[in-house]
């Protein structure tokens, strides 16, 4: 499992969003200076549902910023769409369901319970961390 620190450069991904829509980073990257990276246990749980729901608080600002934004989790697709629907989520929900965990092992970002461990990072254009949070 890697563990990306500030200073490395991150993998390019694709995930899906939906049974049949997925989101790519470097899709994200090529709109925006950055993109905001938010890895999250549960996505149905409560406290990972308030954060979420923050995180679309602020995703204007984040945008305005210059940010995009991508959120992941390992639950599966139909979940994350389902989720996302209810919530009015403005930024892509990406289930990293199959293989498992699979993007979040990359990024240092997975919990040996089978879920995504809580993390933020912010990438580059070129795909280099510059911001790293874990919690």
């Known amino acids: 499992m890697a563990d990306l620190e500030v200073g490395d450069r991150a993998s390019d991904f694709e995930l899906p969003t939906g049974p049949d829509e997925t989101v790519r980073l470097s899709d994200v990257l090529a709109d925006h200076e950055y993109a905001v990276i938010a890895f999250f246990p549960a996505i149905w749980s409560p406290t990972c549902s308030n954060e979420l729901d923050v995180l679309e608080a602020v995703s204007d600002e984040i945008e305005r910023l210059g940010a995009g934004i991508i959120a992941v989790s390992t639950d599966n ?59």
């Open 77 to 135: 697709c139909w979940s994350t769409r389902e989720f996302a629907n209810q919530h009015g989520l403005s930024f892509p929900l990406a289930s990293d369901f199959e293989p498992k965990g699979e993007v979040a092992m990359q990024f240092g970002a997975y919990h040996p319970r089978g879920v995504c461990a809580r993390m933020q990072l912010i990438v580059d254009g070129d795909r280099t961390v510059v911001f790293r949070y874990d919690g």
